[in-house]
């Protein structure tokens, strides 16, 4: 099997991780939730955890981040938590679904005002539009930092400084960037980054969490079980505690402390590097070919390690079926969750064809889809 779906999840992690997972399988008692061995024992590779996760995006505090099962509960605990009625908040067509359902709940059943800024046929963003869509009211910005689409990473510290000139709170989703692409919430005016543990981040899935700026307040999205201050009616108001209401996963927590290791080890830098290197040389091995169109691929802060791609009018489903079936290739077809993206690029009904590489993949794998995809489209074209 070769494995081009990273950007929905890496499958192939660094062997230390399941490691990490099956230790704490079997040494692990509760989460905060103790003062005996087991527990302190969880208590302390969560917390090396959390401040491994600050380090990463330069995050002032650990106490500051907060695990969650994954970045779509993130983002909700943001965006319910954030938004009320009068408020107004911004977003662009690159969005996943996890920011734009939340948002749409929002403006149905609060009022919230909702501004998509458009994206444009070669999946750019005009920043001037960006800019113009803030009003008064506005109280959030919340945008992705890469497309999960085409891979595009876009300026987020130009429009954090855009969002901040208006008073506006700014918010990323970085489920395709981190791990790969340097994030610094101090020097790129980050309020708040949410991010998932499965993707780049090597970790086992229901990982999750998100990182705040000093003096950012988010209410409890649940209430429960705390470990501390058992007999308060309401949810403990100091983080992290305030959002981590309930048993932590202290098992995928574990392996997401081995990840960040990894990376920590490697290098976001070179990390990001070996991706981006394995979609340049699949894309100049298929861009030619008859009938096949690149999706996205021209801005001009870089790429994940994304390749999206149609040939002609055929099914993206197709495609990656005959890629599965013939050659045993995981890629990923349809609408990734990101419908205004599909809407801007003109592939609604069709779809796409997503190769997302990692650090784990080889070139000797690149150069099979390369040829598997020429094989294709000989046939149909």
Same mark, same amino acid.
């Given at each position: 099997?070769?494995?081009?779906?990273?950007?929905?999840?890496?499958?192939?992690?660094?062997?230390?991780?399941?490691?990490?997972?099956? $230790?704490?399988?079997?040494?692990?008692?509760?989460?905060? =939730?103790? #003062?005996?061995?087991?527990?302190?024992?969880?208590?302390?590779?969560?917390?090396?955890?959390?401040?491994?996760?600050?380090?990463?995006?330069?995050?002032?505090?650990?106490?500051?981040?907060?695990?969650?099962?994954?970045?779509?509960?993130? &983002?909700?605990?943001?965006?319910?938590?954030?938004?009320?009625?009068?408020?107004?908040?911004?977003? !662009?067509?690159?969005?996943?679904?996890?920011?734009?359902?939340?948002?749409?709940?929002?403006?149905?059943?609060?009022?919230?005002?909702?501004?998509?800024?458009?994206?444009?046929?070669?999946? &750019?963003?005009?920043?001037?539009?960006?800019?113009?869509?803030?009003?008064?009211?506005?109280?959030?910005?919340?945008?992705?930092?890469?497309?999960?689409? $085409?891979?595009?990473?876009?300026?987020?510290?130009?429009?954090?400084?855009?969002?901040?000139?208006?008073?506006? &709170?700014?918010?990323?989703?970085?489920?395709?960037?981190?791990?790969?692409?340097?994030?610094?919430?101090?020097?790129?005016?980050?309020?708040?980054? !949410?991010? !998932?543990?499965?993707?780049?981040?090597?970790?086992?899935?229901? !990982?999750?969490?998100?990182?705040?700026?000093?003096?950012?307040?988010?209410?409890?999205?649940?209430?429960?079980?705390?470990? $501390?201050?058992?007999?308060?009616?309401?949810?403990?108001?100091?983080?992290?505690?305030?959002?981590?209401?309930?048993?932590?996963?202290?098992?995928?927590?574990?392996?997401?402390?081995?990840?960040?290791?990894?990376?920590?080890?490697?290098?976001?830098?070179?990390?990001?590097?070996?991706? #981006?290197?394995?979609?340049?040389?699949?894309?100049?091995?298929?861009?030619?070919?008859?009938?096949?169109?690149?999706?996205?691929?021209?801005?001009?802060?870089?790429?994940?390690?994304?390749?999206?791609?149609?040939?002609?009018?055929?099914?993206?489903?197709?495609?990656?079926?005959?890629?599965?079936?013939?050659?045993?290739?995981?890629?990923?077809?349809? #609408?990734?969750?990101?419908?205004?993206?599909?809407?801007? &690029?003109?592939?609604?009904?069709?779809?796409?064809? =997503?190769?997302?590489?990692?650090?784990?993949?080889?070139?000797?794998?690149?150069?099979? #889809?390369?040829?598997?995809?020429?094989?294709?489209?000989?046939?149909?074209?």
């Amino acid at each position: 099997m070769i494995y081009f779906d990273n950007a929905a999840t890496t499958m192939i992690k660094p062997p230390a991780v399941a490691q990490a997972v099956a $230790t704490a399988i079997n040494t692990f008692g509760g989460v905060g =939730r103790g #003062a005996h061995d087991a527990a302190l024992s969880a208590d302390l590779q969560v917390y090396r955890a959390r401040a491994a996760v600050a380090a990463l995006f330069n995050c002032p505090q650990p106490k500051n981040v907060a695990f969650s099962l994954n970045i779509t509960e993130s &983002l909700n605990i943001v965006i319910d938590g954030l938004l009320a009625n009068g408020d107004h908040a911004v977003t !662009t067509a690159a969005s996943h679904n996890s920011v734009l359902r939340p948002l749409f709940r929002k403006r149905d059943r609060e009022g919230v005002d909702v501004t998509i800024v458009p994206i444009d046929g070669d999946g &750019l963003l005009d920043m001037d539009e960006y800019a113009r869509s803030f009003k008064p009211n506005t109280k959030l910005a919340v945008v992705t930092h890469a497309s999960n689409l $085409t891979g595009d990473i876009y300026d987020v510290a130009k429009m954090a400084a855009i969002a901040h000139e208006h008073g506006a &709170l700014f918010v990323i989703d970085a489920a395709q960037t981190a791990g790969n692409t340097p994030i610094d919430m101090q020097a790129m005016g980050i309020d708040i980054v !949410t991010f !998932t543990g499965h993707k780049s981040l090597y970790g086992p899935q229901g !990982t999750g969490g998100l990182c705040l700026a000093p003096g950012i307040e988010l209410p409890p999205y649940k209430e429960g079980g705390s470990g $501390t201050h058992s007999y308060e009616e309401r949810q403990p108001e100091f983080m992290p505690e305030h959002l981590e209401a309930g048993t932590q996963n202290g098992h995928g927590i574990a392996g997401l402390a081995a990840g960040l290791a990894y990376i920590e080890e490697h290098g976001v830098e070179n990390l990001g590097a070996a991706n #981006a290197a394995l979609a340049d040389r699949f894309e100049k091995g298929v861009r030619d070919l008859p009938g096949v169109r690149i999706l996205g691929r021209k801005g001009s802060c870089g790429n994940t390690g994304i390749v999206a791609l149609n040939v002609g009018d055929m099914d993206s489903g197709a495609i990656s079926d005959q890629l599965n079936q013939g050659w045993e290739i995981c890629t990923r077809p349809g #609408a990734h969750c990101a419908p205004l993206m599909h809407e801007s &690029l003109g592939t609604v009904s069709q779809g796409a064809v =997503r190769f997302s590489f990692s650090h784990f993949n080889t070139e000797e794998e690149v150069d099979t #889809a390369i040829e598997a995809m020429r094989e294709i489209v000989a046939d149909v074209m």
